[in-house]
């Protein structure tokens, strides 16, 4: 009896270690690798997340957001109480971005129908000096010059109080008429040329001037 009973119990104890032998060899073959850790799987996605404000890599170079490279400048100045924007800047530069007063003077000769020889003389003579001396002027606009028969427009007769072939400077500004003149000693000085040049330039300067 003894020995059928140490028979048994080795059979039995070789049956449990075959089994668990079993059970291991599948386990193996199986293959299966242990989980990642956690941690180590959140270190490697903020490691290949890009940084803000980086849009990609190009050849081991990063390009940057325009956007998030100017996110840290300073914001921009508010003037306090009392100073001014233009505090520190150059005064030509503030004048001229600052808009311009519009200002013309016109010079209009007025003539009759039937002219003589007087009469073109004093208008050839004087847009000659106009042309000579405010050239510059003439391209701005700022001057201009006009012929105009008065016959053909008696409303200027009235207006300018012409009994004759009269040159008129006239000043508008903001396309109202401020200023006006006949110069009317044109007939007298005609024959005397630097006399009769220079009351021209003299007149037109000083309307000019007169531009704010």
């Given at each position: 009896?003894?020995?059928?009973?140490?028979?048994a119990?080795?059979?039995?104890?070789l049956?449990?270690?075959?089994?668990i032998?079993?059970?291991v060899?599948q386990?193996?073959?199986r293959?299966?690798?242990?989980?990642?850790?956690?941690?180590?799987s959140?270190?490697?996605?903020?490691?290949?997340?890009?940084?803000?404000?980086?849009?990609?890599a190009t050849?081991?170079?990063l390009?940057?957001?325009?956007?998030?490279?100017?996110?840290g400048d300073?914001p921009?100045?508010?003037?306090?109480?009392g100073?001014?924007?233009n505090e520190?800047?150059d005064?030509?530069d503030?004048?001229a971005e600052?808009p311009?007063?519009?200002c013309?003077?016109?010079?209009?000769?007025?003539?009759?129908?039937?002219?003589?020889?007087?009469?073109r003389?004093?208008?050839?003579e004087?847009?000659?000096?106009l042309?000579?001396?405010?050239?510059e002027?003439?391209?701005a606009?700022?001057?201009r010059?006009?012929?105009?028969?008065?016959?053909?427009e008696p409303?200027y007769v009235?207006e300018y109080?012409?009994v004759?072939?009269?040159?008129?400077?006239?000043r508008y500004v903001?396309?109202?008429r401020?200023a006006w003149v006949?110069?009317?000693?044109?007939?007298?000085?005609?024959g005397?040329?630097?006399?009769?040049s220079?009351y021209?330039?003299?007149?037109?300067s000083?309307?000019?001037?007169?531009?704010?």
């Amino acid at each position: 009896m003894p020995t059928l009973r140490r028979v048994a119990t080795t059979a039995l104890l070789l049956f449990v270690a075959v089994t668990i032998g079993f059970i291991v060899g599948q386990e193996v073959s199986r293959g299966e690798a242990p989980s990642p850790d956690p941690s180590q799987s959140t270190t490697a996605s903020v490691a290949d997340e890009p940084a803000e404000g980086v849009v990609s890599a190009t050849d081991g170079e990063l390009q940057i957001d325009p956007a998030a490279e100017n996110s840290g400048d300073e914001p921009q100045k508010e003037p306090a109480d009392g100073e001014s924007l233009n505090e520190g800047r150059d005064p030509d530069d503030i004048e001229a971005e600052a808009p311009a007063t519009q200002c013309e003077v016109i010079a209009i000769y007025f003539h009759n129908t039937m002219r003589c020889r007087t009469c073109r003389k004093i208008e050839e003579e004087a847009r000659a000096s106009l042309e000579a001396t405010f050239s510059e002027e003439l391209a701005a606009g700022r001057l201009r010059w006009m012929a105009i028969n008065m016959e053909d427009e008696p409303v200027y007769v009235t207006e300018y109080e012409l009994v004759k072939p009269t040159l008129v400077l006239t000043r508008y500004v903001e396309d109202e008429r401020e200023a006006w003149v006949s110069l009317d000693d044109t007939w007298g000085l005609i024959g005397r040329e630097e006399r009769f040049s220079q009351y021209i330039v003299d007149s037109t300067s000083q309307f000019l001037r007169g531009c704010p």
